[in-house]
């Protein structure tokens, strides 16, 4: 079956950086487009980021846009999430998606796939 495994998340300081990876497997990786959400205590899980199947197009929301930077490595089965500049407001538990589909994709409601969460928190 299909498996998405985060993981690199973790307590920082303000200001600091962490790389989440996300491991796929059980499905045909090159064929997904994958995508980063977030969720806070007490509120939706939202968009973060998101990659098209051959990696050419990305989208990010405007909060992290200039400071989150999401790649794929096809090899490895893999999507990461390079996070720099960090604020205590990105705080959540951070959740990989997978979607059959050449586009880019952008609401959590249209992914098939999700990964348990890798919870990151950011300290002032």
């Known amino acids: 079956q299909v498996q998405l495994v985060e993981s690199g998340g973790g307590l920082v300081q303000a200001g600091g950086s962490l790389r989440l990876s996300c491991a796929a497997s059980?499905?045909?990786?090159?064929?997904?487009?994958m995508g980063w959400f977030r969720q806070a205590p007490g509120k939706e899980r939202e968009f973060v980021a998101a990659?098209?199947?051959?990696?050419?197009?990305?989208y990010y929301t405007d909060s992290v846009k200039g400071r989150f930077t999401i790649s794929r490595d096809t090899d490895k089965n893999t999507v990461y999430l390079q996070m720099n500049s960090l604020k205590p407001e990105d705080t959540a538990v951070y959740y990989c998606?997978?979607?059959?589909?050449?586009?880019?994709?952008?609401?959590?409601?249209?992914?098939?796939?999700w990964g348990q969460g890798t919870q990151v928190t950011v300290s002032s």
């Open positions: 059980g499905l045909t990786f090159s064929s997904y487009a």
């Open positions: 998606a997978a979607k059959w589909d050449l586009r880019i994709i952008t609401s959590r409601n249209d992914y098939d796939y």
């Open positions: 990659m098209s199947v051959n990696g050419t197009m990305t």
